[in-house]
């Protein structure tokens, strides 16, 4: 494999501040762009109790899903992985399905929402059975496993998924605009729902970046180097899991971000989980700031899902890098 | 990804399936055509011919997977003629005790020829009625209704077709009398109050052009979302938009499915700013009224008359 990351470590010095003032950028364009009209003309009201919350669930969100991307692909060694390959996308999905299911008005009068609990449940069970099933089958040795048996625990719960769809074909709608992302009617209380488990989990990837560039030369070689494989690799997931989950439940899925981003990352700044995992986390931020604008304004006064807006950018992209790495192999 | 086509595959069939019913109302006389072939069901021509019904014999065992055509059935008193009504029928009580496992949306047509149907009632938003031919099932299709004259047809077909001719008359003169009557004692003001429908709780709303902007229209009330017209007739509207128009009234269609009420509008971020929300004038509109183009659309207009009314009391004083 190329090592990009191998040139002088001056190299990534500038992208961190780079990537810092991008993030304020899209922040400041975020704030003051919107169907209410610019900054300025635009109510107050409407752009304390709107626009900023959703620009800052964004940014949370970009965040989260690409520095759990990142930590997942250097977790199981495979570039193409990212948190929903494992199963928690689907899991969280059907969770939130069953909660649609039940109906809205049932649930609107209990204590507490039960939609972003049972959709983190769902993602959360969801791994766990990826993990036990990939590590029962692979003796936990191999990544290769635990993403096959993310594919078939994904299938499993997509099958579940459109099985209840299926009986409660009134509520098709709500679970499609939840599956498109949810960012359209972002509060407060969803950025402070979200925010502990999100910096938690950051945290913790975080303080594992140096282990993962371990991990890169295989896992007896890392055993050999003295990291205990299996810890490194259960604390990495689960605290990835959590935070995607946690994510998941407040703006339903919004895709290729935990793939897209982690790959312009390592083509730009090499590929060091040193450098990848904070960058990931800042141009993350970033990039779901301004993918969410078209989202706002290209329909005007319409929704564009984010989720479409996402996709739109990160299909092309993926085919590119997989054209850039099918070159360089 | 596959999860994600799937959704969006659904989705876009709803929404196509939404379209396709809006195109085809208008010609919902000439689809019923083939029900005339092998049933006592109304003439090819867009007007009602009640001479011609007399002709077959009347259905005994009709199966409807319609809630909207259910409703009209019993409103025309061809309920005892029901044997079975699909599981989203659910008004009037009489009805509901002819539920059933049977689907509109993905109809089997094995389990419904199972209820040895002499007449089936559908919307037509599936392939149901060309199987039905095959089987000799006669059939009569009520496409999703753009006018009231498609909901007052639709009536009258469904009377001609079960041989309950009069009291289809009968009930399209009561709600046309209903209807003007609402209409008339509706407050009339200068500067037409605007207004926002909510289909659910992500903002999804609906264009005047469509049955429901056909309702508000009677009123000359303004839809705020009507500056979408033209790319698509269900857009979803973002949150800054409705409050930074400010409409007068909110109508409310995700009370059922959703729980929402005047309170939890009250309580979304912003939106005390609104005009609808600072007056009070937030309107609930019970989802299956709003979602059906049946006899209880009556309702649905007195409603909104009333609304009108109470805004008409907010400006006077």
């Known amino acids: ?329 | 990804m596959k999860r994600r086509f799937t959704a969006l595959a659904a989705a876009g069939a709803l929404v196509w399936s939404l379209a396709a019913c809006g195109d085809n109302s208008a010609s919902s006389a000439t689809t019923a055509a083939p029900a005339a072939t092998t049933a006592p069901a109304p003439s090819e021509t867009a007007a009602p011919a009640p001479d011609t019904s007399a002709a077959g014999p009347v259905p005994e065992r009709i199966v409807s997977l319609s809630p909207t055509a259910t409703e009209m059935l019993f409103a025309i008193g061809a309920g005892d003629q029901v044997v079975a009504v699909d599981e989203m029928s659910n008004y009037p009580a009489e009805a509901v005790a002819k539920a059933t496992a049977l689907s509109g949306y993905t109809p089997n047509v094995e389990a419904i020829a199972a209820y040895d149907p002499d007449l089936v009632v559908h919307d037509g938003s599936t392939d149901l009625g060309a199987q039905l031919d095959s089987l000799g099932i006669a059939n009569w299709v009520g496409a999703a209704a753009m006018t009231f004259d498609d909901i007052y047809m639709q009536i009258e077909q469904l009377g001609a077709a079960t041989g309950h001719v009069d009291e289809a008359a009968a009930l399209v003169a009561n709600m046309r009398a209903a209807i003007d009557a609402a209409v008339a004692s509706a407050p009339k003001l200068d500067k037409p109050p605007r207004y926002y429908h909510e289909l659910d709780p992500t903002y999804f709303s609906v264009t005047s052009n469509t049955f429901i902007g056909e309702v508000y229209g009677l009123f000359g009330l303004r839809n705020i979302a009507d500056t979408t017209e033209g790319t698509t007739d269900y857009p979803q509207l973002s949150e800054e938009f409705i409050i930074s128009q400010s409409p007068d009234l909110i109508f409310l269609a995700d009370s059922k499915c959703c729980g929402e009420t005047r309170d939890s509008v009250a309580q979304r971020p912003g939106w005390n700013a609104t005009s609808a929300v600072s007056t009070g004038s937030v309107f609930i509109i019970d989802d299956d009224i709003a979602s059906r183009w049946g006899p209880r659309v009556v309702d649905y207009v007195e409603l909104v008359a009333d609304a009108m009314a109470y805004v008409a009391d907010l400006s006077a004083g």
């Not at chain 1, 191998?6 to 919107?34: D, E, F, Q």
């Not at chain 1, 809205?104 to 069970?125: E, K, M």
């Not at chain 1, 509060?187 to 488990?197: A, E, F, G, K, M």
């Not at chain 1, 946690?246 to 730009?268: Q, T």
């Open chain 1, 1 to 329: 494999m190329a090592e990009p990351h191998a040139l002088p470590a001056t190299r990534g010095r500038w992208w961190l501040p780079v990537s810092l003032v991008v993030l304020l950028g899209a922040l400041a364009l975020g704030v003051m762009v919107g169907p209410a009209g610019s900054w300025g003309s635009a109510d107050w009201n409407i752009i304390w109790n709107v626009r900023m919350p959703r620009v800052a669930l964004a940014g949370i969100v970009g965040a989260m899903l690409s520095l759990a991307g990142a930590s997942y692909q250097g977790v199981f060694r495979n570039p193409l992985v990212d948190p929903y390959l494992l199963g928690v996308a689907a899991g969280a999905g059907l969770g939130a399905t069953i909660v649609f299911a039940l109906g809205r008005s049932t649930t609107a009068g209990w204590p507490v929402d039960p939609l972003p609990v049972v959709a983190f449940v769902g993602g959360l069970l969801a791994v766990l059975l990826t993990y036990l099933v990939g590590a029962s089958f692979g003796a936990g040795r191999s990544g290769v496993t635990l993403v096959l048996a993310g594919v078939a625990v994904t299938s499993l719960a997509t099958a579940v998924q459109a099985f209840v769809l299926q009986r409660n074909n009134d509520v098709i709608r709500e679970v499609y605009s939840w599956i498109l992302g949810r960012l359209t009617t972002a509060t407060w209380s969803d950025v402070r729902l979200v925010l502990p488990y999100v910096v938690v989990s950051s945290i913790v990837l975080l303080l594992h970046r140096r282990h993962l560039d371990v991990l890169r030369v295989g896992d007896d070689e890392a055993a050999a180097l003295g990291t205990q494989v299996q810890r490194v690799r259960l604390a990495v997931v689960i605290a990835a899991t959590m935070g995607t989950a946690a994510v998941v439940s407040v703006s339903g899925l919004i895709g290729f971000v935990g793939i897209v981003v982690p790959h312009a990352v390592r083509l730009l700044a090499g590929s060091s989980y040193r450098r990848l995992l904070p960058l990931s986390l800042v141009i993350g931020a970033a990039f779901l700031i301004l993918a969410d604008i078209p989202g706002r304004v290209l329909q005007n006064p319409a929704e564009t899902p984010i989720g479409v807006v996402t996709a739109f950018l990160g299909a092309p992209f993926f085919i590119l890098v997989l054209r850039t790495r099918k070159v360089a192999a």
